[in-house]
């Protein structure tokens, strides 16, 4: 079974959590921070203000954000600090290890070691061939929204239906209980995760800025109200439920912490399944989740006879270099938003376009193009990608942007063939001379997005040599820098195409006026004109249709760099 998994990055943290400076009797006594008149005020004016659905503008959703950002740091000033800290990890990676061995878990072929950029990794301890097993976790040691439910939580978790239907909030809720509770099974585990991580809910509003333009400012924006929402909620449940036993309830259940897990679990959460007629859960898997990223092929399996994760090796790995796994198909823009990170040599990478016909043209032409898009499943406006590969325009966007230019009479004759032939000259990846005007619009459109940015490519790539930016500020720059790679090659991708089609236009029009020249010289021995001859070698060469058939000569492309998409299949 291989494991459908999100995948997690290690950034060295600097914040402090979570060590007891209070009895247990006397907060279980009180309840004094979550049971806070001052603090319940805030809760509530953060629930009325995430009421109904989020804003669609950026504009509002910023200004939106800027509400919540004031009321959440009225909410930390009466809160206060947290009473718990999580101890210095590098001080409690050999205890780790130790728990690792006695629990059973197989870990013989690599060690924990601190790495550059990346802080704590795996490393080889003997050279390592590809496909062959490396690490095997068992079961019993992976929390999961399973034993959220066995444990106190799942009373909870049983009046809630949001804890019900979101698994992921469950595993957060329970990872924060495990490390509020000094007796935790996973104790040794909770010590060595990061202290605070880089996803978008650690950003100031100074480094959210900094990915103007980019689309996962959006989608960064839209994580912080919904996290803020949750906690807002689980807030009002905890309360509600009033378990006084509950480590929830008794230290507080404070705002960054609640960040802290909801980011430790977003970038290490991994899927597992329960068994039989049974659903699967999500869990996170010790030691695996120290793996870091690299491009590959998933090679993590679930043992359903031993309950075991089995992580192989995906190339090979000499002793003494960092043990990496992929972590799945998944773009930067993926990446930075749940796990926190940017991998600046993505092979799967890709940058999301938004596209629409316009409601300013004829109403006849419209509907032909309507009907085209209809015809292979494709959306009048949408959302389309530019890909990080030696073809930058997906299949979808190629056939979204052909119809988008074209004219009715193309328009036309792209209805009158079928269904597998109207998907073949859509997608084809070979560009012919009505293609013109499809590639002059992405190459346009590829420089318009190119302007919007603040700063230029080159001036990111300074900016990350520099070393002045901070951990969130790096990530941002970085993503941004991909963004803007993606754009220019696909920008002189539309270029390079349009000069090779214009070049054999000129080819063959140098190539008609010597058929001209030809056909005047022989014109009194075959009886035809110099135009019959040349009109009946083109009627010979366009059988196809009243336009080049470009998915029959091409054999259909269903190669698209990377994405694992057939350029046959909209």
Same mark, same amino acid.
Request: aromatic letters at 8%.
């Given at each position: 079974?291989?494991?459908?998994?999100?995948?997690?990055?290690?950034?060295?943290?600097?914040?402090?959590?979570?060590?007891?400076?209070?009895?247990? /009797?006397?907060?279980? /006594?009180?309840?004094?921070?979550?049971?806070?008149?001052?603090?319940?005020?805030?809760?509530?004016?953060?629930?009325?203000?995430?009421?109904?659905?989020?804003?669609?503008?950026?504009?509002?959703?910023?200004?939106?954000?800027?509400?919540?950002?004031?009321?959440?740091?009225?909410?930390?000033?009466?809160?206060?600090?947290?009473?718990?800290?999580?101890?210095?990890?590098?001080?409690c990676m050999v205890p780790f290890q130790n728990w690792l061995e006695?629990?059973?878990?197989?870990?013989?072929?690599?060690?924990?070691?601190?790495?550059?950029?990346?802080?704590?990794?795996?490393?080889?301890?003997?050279?390592?061939?590809?496909?062959?097993?490396?690490?095997?976790?068992?079961?019993?040691?992976?929390?999961?929204?399973?034993?959220?439910?066995?444990?106190?939580?799942?009373?909870?978790?049983?009046?809630?239906?949001?804890?019900?239907?979101?698994?992921?909030?469950?595993?957060?809720?329970?990872?924060?209980?495990?490390?509020?509770?000094?007796?935790?099974?996973?104790?040794?585990?909770?010590?060595?995760?990061?202290?605070?991580?880089?996803?978008?809910?650690?950003?100031?509003?100074?480094?959210?800025?900094?990915?103007?333009?980019?689309?996962?400012?959006?989608?960064?924006?839209?994580?912080?109200?919904?996290?803020?929402?949750?906690?807002?909620?689980?807030?009002?449940?905890?309360?509600?439920?009033?378990?006084?036993?509950?480590?929830?309830?008794?230290?507080?259940?404070?705002?960054?912490?609640?960040?802290?897990?909801?980011?430790?679990?977003?970038?290490?959460?991994?899927?597992?399944?329960?068994?039989?007629?049974?659903?699967?859960?999500?869990?996170?898997?010790?030691?695996?989740?120290?793996?870091?990223?690299?491009?590959?092929?998933?090679?993590?399996?679930?043992?359903?006879?031993?309950?075991?994760?089995?992580?192989? /090796?995906?190339?090979?790995?000499?002793?003494?270099?960092?043990?990496?796994?992929?972590?799945?198909?998944?773009?930067?823009?993926?990446?930075?938003?749940?796990?926190?990170?940017?991998?600046?040599?993505?092979?799967?990478?890709?940058?999301?376009?938004?596209?629409?016909?316009?409601? /300013?043209?004829?109403?006849?032409?419209?509907?032909?193009?309507?009907?085209?898009?209809?015809?292979?499943?494709?959306?009048?406006?949408?959302?389309?990608?530019?890909?990080?590969?030696?073809?930058?325009?997906?299949?979808?966007?190629?056939?979204?942007?052909?119809?988008?230019?074209?004219?009715p009479p193309r328009l036309q004759y792209l209805l009158s063939l079928?269904?597998?032939?109207?998907?073949?000259?859509?997608?084809?990846?070979?560009?012919?001379?009505?293609?013109?005007?499809?590639?002059?619009?992405?190459?346009?459109?590829?420089?318009?997005?190119?302007?919007?940015?603040?700063?230029?490519?080159?001036?990111?790539?300074?900016?990350?040599?520099?070393?002045?930016?901070?951990?969130?500020?790096?990530?941002?720059?970085?993503?941004?820098?991909?963004?803007?790679?993606?754009?220019?090659?696909?920008?002189?991708?539309?270029?390079?195409?349009?000069?090779?089609?214009?070049?054999?236009?000129?080819?063959?029009?140098?190539?008609?006026?010597?058929?001209?020249?030809?056909?005047?010289?022989?014109?009194?021995?075959?009886?035809?004109?110099?135009?019959?001859?040349?009109?009946?070698?083109?009627?010979?060469?366009?059988?196809?249709?009243?336009?080049?058939?470009?998915?029959?000569?091409?054999?259909?492309?269903?190669?698209?760099?990377?994405?694992?998409?057939?350029?046959?299949?909209?």
């Open positions: 079974v291989d494991l459908q998994f999100h995948a997690r990055f290690l950034v060295m943290g600097k914040k402090s959590k979570r060590q007891s400076s209070q009895s247990a /009797a006397q907060r279980a /006594a009180t309840g004094a921070v979550i049971n806070s008149k001052a603090v319940c005020r805030i809760i509530e004016e953060i629930w009325a203000k995430t009421q109904g659905s989020a804003p669609q503008v950026l504009a509002t959703q910023w200004q939106e954000y800027e509400a919540l950002t004031a009321l959440v740091k009225a909410l930390r000033e009466k809160q206060g600090p947290s009473t718990e800290q999580l101890p210095d990890r590098g001080q006695e629990q059973g878990v197989d870990m013989g072929n690599v060690e924990i070691a601190e790495f550059p950029e990346v802080e704590y990794g795996l490393r080889a301890k003997r050279d390592l061939k590809a496909r062959e097993k490396v690490i095997v976790v068992p079961e019993k040691l992976m929390m999961s929204s399973e034993t959220a439910q066995q444990d106190k939580l799942g009373a909870m978790v049983a009046r809630d239906r949001m804890l019900q239907a979101m698994s992921n909030v469950t595993l957060a809720v329970h990872l924060l209980n495990e490390t509020y509770s000094h007796e935790s099974l996973w104790k040794p585990y909770i010590d060595i995760l990061p202290h605070s991580y880089t996803t978008p809910l650690y950003f100031t509003k100074q480094e959210l800025q900094m990915l103007q333009a980019s689309p996962c400012l959006a989608e960064a924006l839209q994580q912080i109200r919904s996290i803020t929402k949750l906690y807002a909620h689980l807030h009002k449940v905890i309360r509600a439920h009033g378990d006084t036993t509950l480590p929830l309830y008794y230290v507080g259940f404070f705002y960054d912490d609640f960040v802290w897990a909801v980011s430790t679990v977003m970038s290490r959460q991994n899927e597992i399944p329960l068994g039989e007629g049974k659903k699967s859960a999500l869990a996170l898997i010790p030691l695996w989740d120290m793996s870091n990223h690299t491009n590959g092929l998933v090679a993590t399996d679930f043992n359903l006879e031993t309950r075991s994760c089995e992580c192989y /090796a995906t190339q090979f790995t000499k002793a003494g270099s960092e043990f990496r796994i992929f972590y799945g198909p998944r773009t930067n823009a993926e990446l930075f938003v749940h796990q926190g990170f940017v991998y600046p040599n993505n092979e799967c990478d890709s940058l999301r376009i938004k596209l629409g016909l316009s409601s /300013a043209e004829e109403e006849e032409t419209k509907q032909l193009k309507t009907r085209v898009l209809q015809r292979v499943g494709l959306p009048i406006s949408g959302v389309f990608h530019l890909l990080a590969a030696e073809v930058p325009f997906s299949p979808q966007l190629r056939a979204f942007v052909r119809v988008f230019t074209a004219e079928g269904d597998a032939d109207l998907r073949e000259a859509l997608t084809s990846l070979k560009w012919w001379q009505g293609d013109v005007r499809a590639l002059d619009f992405l190459d346009k459109r590829c420089k318009l997005l190119l302007q919007t940015y603040k700063t230029s490519y080159e001036e990111d790539k300074r900016l990350l040599e520099g070393g002045q930016l901070s951990e969130c500020s790096c990530q941002a720059v970085q993503l941004r820098a991909c963004e803007k790679r993606i754009l220019q090659y696909a920008s002189q991708y539309g270029q390079q195409a349009k000069w090779l089609i214009e070049s054999r236009q000129l080819s063959k029009e140098g190539e008609e006026k010597r058929e001209n020249s030809s056909a005047e010289s022989k014109e009194g021995q075959n009886g035809h004109s110099a135009g019959e001859a040349v009109a009946l070698e083109r009627q010979q060469d366009s059988v196809a249709g009243p336009e080049e058939d470009l998915g029959r000569q091409n054999g259909a492309s269903s190669e698209d760099s990377g994405q694992g998409q057939s350029g046959a299949s909209l």
